[in-house]
Structure formats: structure tokens, C-alpha cells
């Protein structure tokens, strides 16, 4: 082997390497939802940049072994399958070779301008050694294709008689630079030829056998096979050798095959440019972050691990500032601040009508994202429910927003609801449940870990007038974020800016982004410890008053609402709520009702 193809070779082990640990590593980080770790946008392209890194290594070995190694019955006369010349084929794959060089630096360029170093490093480590590998190769490819493509044309002028008998031809032969023969003096050479070697091979029998003397001491009788445990070794020695060269060789054939070396070149050059595309659209997307939108509040808080780290959230407060200290000194009570809790799966923008409505209503609204959601960053994940209340809570305080609050949870925002009433109970006067799920319904159930009258109520209730809970599971969430991983469009709803009137170039930029799918995930896999989380909370939430809690949209079947509050849990004071004054639900309505119900729970 030349130096130029040991350089190949060490290089492409490296690269080998590197694919095999970041492949390991991005897979495990696909698998799991519990480990805190720092996310910078999507976990998910280190695999498929490790992927394309794989494909591309199995490209350069496929020109290595096309550079060093023949065909066992190629004897040098066959060039290999490929349905162009040598130059074009040579042109290709520079062209391929250059074409993957350029998207993986554009990718690392992309990556690093957006602060994300770790994968940005990854990113181009998992191409630079293939690349290497194949730029060395491909001078030698050249070299062995001119060489194959000359003996292929010196054997085609020798004649057909000798290109059918392959064996007699060799490489000397061909390359000689004498002309062909004729056809007569061919067939008589041939003949002499046999001849002689079968008459040399019978005198050499004759001089042989006048050699061999009989020795009865010496010989063999061959009557029993006796193997000593040596030999048993070297028997297995040599099976497990030859194992060993039937793999390589199934390998190296594998390998140099042409056709699956194209496929794994394009498909490497295609996952290539979707991390560019995905790169580019989420470099593209932090740019154009509505400003002024909300404020970022940096904080700290506990997580589950046991170990504090920081938090950011995007925080948006508008109304009146709540009565002052004089005020209140003069009988008149601090108004409440209304906290919002988004829907999972979605930012705050779908609250934004209700936002609006609240304001209308002379109160202070203050709406946020929780990690990963709208402007605040998904920084580590993932986070316990209760634990992302605890730096709620800071956030507001570093915010300058000070207690009473009063929650309202919107859809399964209302499980968030319960979390920040027992984070704080004492800074929290009331909430209201808009379409709750079920599983907020259960929160506010007495009994729920000791008996099933919990969950076989919310389930009546959830059949007859709730909102159908959410049918993503962290599976096909996961799946989700891996597309979304590769710069393809996430699968959003179109109908959230007609029902909540958001603008449609604000909501688009919202649910656009390819990190809202991450955030999705991990939020989801947290979601069946938020029951646990208001169940374990709940002794501290023993105060002389019961919490005021309105619920709206639960159901209309008189039944199940006696039912469910003869179950209720003796902390909560429940008012349903399913018409306001007699019709139907409408946003303005319901934000007239709950500014009456702060209004009745602050007196």
C-alpha cells in the first residue's frame, strides 16, 4: 500500500470513530426524556449529522477499496461499473467531494454564529476525516482507472481466443507493447505449449520417484488419527482465520460496490444540505423574533437532580399597575395580578385574546413562555413541573410584579394553575379553568391516590363536555422533533388565528420554529408527574380560607357537576361556570366573569 492510501486509511478510521460515539451519544439523547441536560435547539441534528458523517465514511471506503483493491477475477482487464468515462467519473466524485465539503462548513458557520459551539464542533468533525479520506484517495483512483482502462484496451487487441481464456493472459502480456498475433500462430503456439508442459511434467514424476528409497522405520501408518491439544488450537486458530477473511472479503466486496456507493454519496449529500436548510431557516427564525414582545427575566431554581441552575423567561405584563401601598393603606386592597398559563404544546400567543379581554377589564395581565416556548430559551431540559413554578414565581418578583395573583389556566395550562397556587399559596387568591383537562379536574378531586372516584369523574366529565386531551405522545413527539431536526416544516394547527385572533405573521413565526417540537417533548414527558406534583404539595395548602376556583366549559349535564362537586376536595371553593347571564361562552364574557370573581375573593 502507497502512503498516500495509509494516509486515506488512518484517516478514515478516525472518522469512523467519531461517527460511532457522536451516533451512540445523539441516540441516547434521542431516547431520553429524564436527564438534565443544556439543550441548544434541536438535540436531534447531532444524529443526523452523525448520519451523513456514516455515509459519507462508507463513500471513501468504497473509494479506497476501488484505489487498492481489484476484483478477484478482474486480473487487471475490467474497469469498474460505472456509466460514464474515467475522467467524468473522476469529476464526479470531486464534485460530490467538494459539494459536501461546502455544506458541512456552512453548517458549522451556522451553528457557531448561533452560539451553539458544542454541535458546530460535531457538525464538521464528522465530515472533516471522510473528506479528507476521499481527497487523498482520489488522485489514486485516477491513477488505477487509467491503468485498468489501458490493460482493458491492450487485452481487447490481443483477440478474442485469449480474452476468453483469462488465465494464460498476465499482466505482462497485456502490457507488452508487441502487436497481436494471427489467429494460426496463436492455435500452434498453444499446442507446442501443452505439449511441452505435459512432457516436462512426466520426466519430473520419473526423476522424483528414483529418489524415493523404503524405510519401514520412518514410515507412517496413518491407522489412527491421534491430535494433540496443540493441534486442536491450530485447527481453531486457522477456522477463526479463515471466518476472518470470508468477513473481510463479503466486506470489501460490499464496499466496493458501485451502485450502493452512489446511493450512500447522494443520500449523504442530500441529509447534508437538509442540515444546511435546517441550519440556515433556524438561524433566519432568531433574527426575525418579534421585539419588544416580551421581556426576558433571568432567575434560578432547583431541579430535580437536586442542583440549582439558571432559568429565562419571556415575561409580558400590560393593564394598570395594581393599587399602591397609600391605597391600601386607606382600605382599598391591592388588586390582584392575573397570571396566564398557556395551553402544553403551544406559546402564549393563544392567550393573547384573552390577555386583551382581561385588560379590558382594568386588571394587570402578565403572560409567559415557559422554556423552550416563543422568546424564552429552552436551556436545560427538562425541568419538573414544580420545580418551573418555583422560578415562575422568582421570575415575577425579579420582574417587579408583586403578589396577589390570581391564576388562570387555559386548557391544560389550568395543570400549571394548580402548581403555582401550591408553590405560593399564600400569594394566590384564586384561579379560573378554562376547558380544564381532565387531569386538572382530578387536582381539585378529594382522595385521588386513595380512591378511583377521581379518575372515573373526570373521565365522565371528559365524555361529555371537556376538551379531548391531547393524542401526541412523547413517541411521535420525538419522532416529530427528529423531522423538525432536518429543516422540514412541524405539523401545526391553522386554525389558531381565527379562533383567538392573533396575527397571522406573529403566530406563524411562532409555530415555525424547529425548536417548538423540542419544546413539546420535553414538556410532554413531564406531564404525568404534574398530578403527582399537586398531590405532594397539597398538605402545604392548609390555610383557614378555601381557594376560590371558577371553572368554565366543564359540562353541561347537571349530573355529572353534582357528582363532581360532592367529590370536591375541602381546600377549593368551586363556582361552575358553563353560561355567563344566561349565554353562551364568549371570551369577553368570560373575562367579565372572572374580574367579578377577583373582585368577590378579594373582599
Known sequence: MSWPLGISSVALLLGVG??????????????????????????????????????????????LVRAHCKHPNDHGTRIIWLPVGVISCVVLWAAFIGGLAALAVGTTTLLYKQECYLQSIWSIANHVFPILSAVVTLPCLAKELCRQRNARSLAAGVGPTQIETQSVVTLATIDSPRCPASPESTSARSEKSEVDTVAGSTNQAIHDAEKLTFDPQSTTYPEYDIQTPMANETSKLAKLRDIAQLVAQSLRTLVGHSTLASTTAALSVALSALLFNSALQRYRHVH???????????????????????VTMAIRCTGRPPLGIADSRIGRPQKATIIIEHAIGY??????????????????????????????????????????????????????????????GHHSGSEYAHLLANARPEQVVGMSFIYPTAAALRGLLVGITKTAVGSSLSEAMASVGLLSEADDSVASLNGQRAICALGLPPSTSSTIAGIHGIGQSMI???????????????????????LDAINSTRPVMRVAQKLPVLLFGVSDAGAVQDSFMAAVDEHYAIEISDKVEGQSLALERMAMHISRHIELVQR
Open 508 to 530: 406563524g413565526w411562532a409555530l415555525s420554529g424547529s425548536d417548538l417540537a423540542q419544546a413539546q417533548y420535553f414538556e410532554m414527558s413531564q406531564r404525568a408527574n404534574i
Open 288 to 310: 426575525t423574533s418579534p421585539h419588544g414582545y416580551a421581556a426576558l427575566v433571568h432567575t434560578t431554581t432547583r431541579f430535580q437532580d437536586d442542583v440549582v441552575r439558571p
Open 18 to 63: 467519531i461517527q460511532c460515539y457522536v451516533l451512540s451519544y445523539s441516540a441516547q439523547l434521542a431516547g431520553n426524556s429524564e436527564d438534565v441536560r443544556y439543550v441548544t435547539n434541536n438535540e436531534l441534528t447531532l444524529l443526523w449529522s452523525s448520519l451523513s458523517g456514516t455515509l459519507s465514511s462508507w463513500t471513501a471506503g468504497h473509494l
Open 347 to 408: 406559546p402564549s400567543l393563544v392567550s393573547q385574546s384573552l390577555h386583551a379581554a382581561l385588560v379590558a377589564q382594568n386588571h394587570r395581565v402578565c403572560t409567559y413562555d415557559r422554556p423552550g416556548y416563543m422568546l424564552s430559551p429552552q436551556g436545560y431540559a427538562p425541568i419538573a413541573p414544580d420545580a418551573l413554578e418555583q422560578a415562575l414565581a422568582s421570575a415575577l418578583h425579579y420582574a417587579g410584579e408583586k403578589a396577589p395573583f390570581y391564576v388562570v
